[in-house]
């Protein structure tokens, strides 16, 4: 009789062994087929970060953005437009033009490569020391104003004030450049010069 129950006792410790390391196995199994999934999957996970410099919050409607967002739009803008080195003269054109209307485009295109043309000849380079900037919010446009430099070497040739208009438009979505001029008037920068 104790034979019987120690023989049942081996019995239940040699199904209860082999029921742990079957599952042991399939433990393993589960774990390598997850680490090739995770190896040889295709897509990862995507974050969207919102840019260092946006200091306030923003109101888009239908047509029209906030006189916030027109400024640190006018003011990126113009830092890409006029902070050039022959060396990273055409990289920042290039990425203006993606924020350019297509009716703007090749006014731009044109003023924007005689500038660069300028650049590289003279191996100058040029920042704008930005001093103000006014929103206009109801016409969707913003006044830059500023010191524009001009260096040769490591020279300054020229130190002019300067006001730029930029003119916006929002669409498909986006908010687009559609006009850009230098403003003649500093007080008054919005106001459209007229030939007598």
């Known amino acids: 009789m104790r034979i019987d129950k120690l023989s049942g006792q081996v019995a239940v410790t040699l199904g209860v062994r082999r029921w742990a390391v079957m599952m042991f196995a399939l433990s393993q199994i589960a774990l390598l087929l997850m680490l090739i999934a995770f190896l040889t999957r295709g897509d990862t996970h995507r974050e969207t970060l919102v840019p260092p410099t946006i200091h306030t919050t923003f109101w888009v409607d239908d047509d029209k953005v906030s ?35 297509p009716r703007f485009y090749g006014k731009l295109e044109i003023e924007a490569g005689a500038y660069a043309q300028k650049i590289k000849a003279d191996n100058a380079s040029t920042f704008m020391a930005i001093a103000m900037v006014m929103p206009d919010e109801a016409k969707q446009r913003i006044a830059v104003q500023g010191v524009l430099n001009t260096y040769l070497g490591d020279s300054r040739t020229s130190q002019v004030n300067k006001t730029y208009v930029f003119q916006f438009a929002q669409r498909g979505g986006r908010v687009l450049l559609t006009g850009m001029r230098e403003g003649k008037n500093a007080a008054r920068p919005f106001e459209e010069i007229t030939a007598p």
Do not use: C, W
């Open 67 to 101: 006189k916030e967002y027109l400024i640190e739009m006018g003011v990126f803008l113009a830092q890409l437009y006029f902070d050039v080195t022959p060396q990273n003269v055409d990289f920042n054109h290039r990425t203006l033009k993606s924020y350019i209307d």
